[in-house]
């Protein structure tokens, strides 16, 4: 069993930045995969960006990439996304999940988050 806690949302002007923390719980948390996804209102959800267990392997959507990095510190059980040059389109809630494989699809993820909200304002 593993359980996550996202932290880090809030209310940023575009252009800005963010870092979201997700803390995992349990001594097996560092053998999982952790994605990032983000839901906006009457959107699916999708993927953002996804770390394996070492870090050593990173995945990223297309409307991400050069702009977030994701990483981890096995030692503390977080896994960072660090967000810049936000826009308003990425206004949802950011959810982190754990898996075992670095699919890019929620239904591989089993465990989830409670999410927390990133606003951009324009």
């Known amino acids: 069993q593993v359980q996550l806690v996202e932290s880090g949302g809030g209310l940023v002007q575009a252009g800005g930045s963010l870092r979201l923390s997700c803390a995992g719980s349990?001594?097996?948390?560092?053998?999982?995969?952790v994605g990032w996804f983000r839901q906006a209102p009457g959107k699916e959800r999708q993927f953002v960006a996804a770390?394996?267990?070492?870090?050593?392997?990173?995945r990223y959507a297309d409307s991400v990439k050069g702009r977030f990095t994701i990483s981890r510190d096995n030692a503390k059980n977080t896994v960072y996304v660090q967000m810049n040059t936000l826009k308003p389109e990425g206004t949802a809630v950011y959810y982190c999940?754990?898996?075992?494989?670095?699919?890019?699809?929620?239904?591989?993820?089993?465990?989830w988050g409670q999410g927390t909200q990133v606003t951009v304002s324009s």
């Open positions: 349990g001594r097996t948390f560092s053998s999982y995969v």
């Open positions: 770390i394996n267990w070492s870090g050593g392997i990173t």
């Open positions: 999940a754990a898996s075992f494989g670095t699919a890019m699809t929620p239904a591989a993820y089993k465990y």
